[in-house]
């Protein structure tokens, strides 16, 4: 199993929510985040300075099982993706174990 973790512009969330559900990964956590990244540190707006270094994000936890991780990758690319500087990142890691509490059912049966 995988464990796919995201961090998105706020505003490309319902895009990617939704081509999640189509490829049925109905089941995931999202929290909104603030980070600093490469974007622009600030800019002049009627000759005051504002700062844009932390920037607004949604963060998502996924995990799917092995065979479904690259689809699931390449969904949130393609939801997410505007060609500009902060499109965020995405990062894979490997989950040894899940369990679901109500049945006690482990491994890829607790997923679906």
Known sequence: MKKIEAIIR???FKE???ALHEIEVNFFTYWDVTGV??????????GISYSTSDIQR?????VVSD????RTVQT???????GEIG?????????QNTYRIRTGEHGNQALN
Do not use: W
């Open 16 to 18: 990617v929510r939704d």
């Open 10 to 12: 706020k505003a490309r």
């Open 67 to 70: 065979e479904f991780a690259e």
């Open 58 to 62: 949604r963060y998502l936890s996924i």
């Open 76 to 82: 949130i690319i393609d939801a997410a993706k505007t």
């Open 37 to 46: 990244g490469n974007e622009k540190k600030g800019h002049l707006y009627r």
């Open 87 to 95: 499109d965020g990142k995405i990062f894979i890691s490997e989950i």
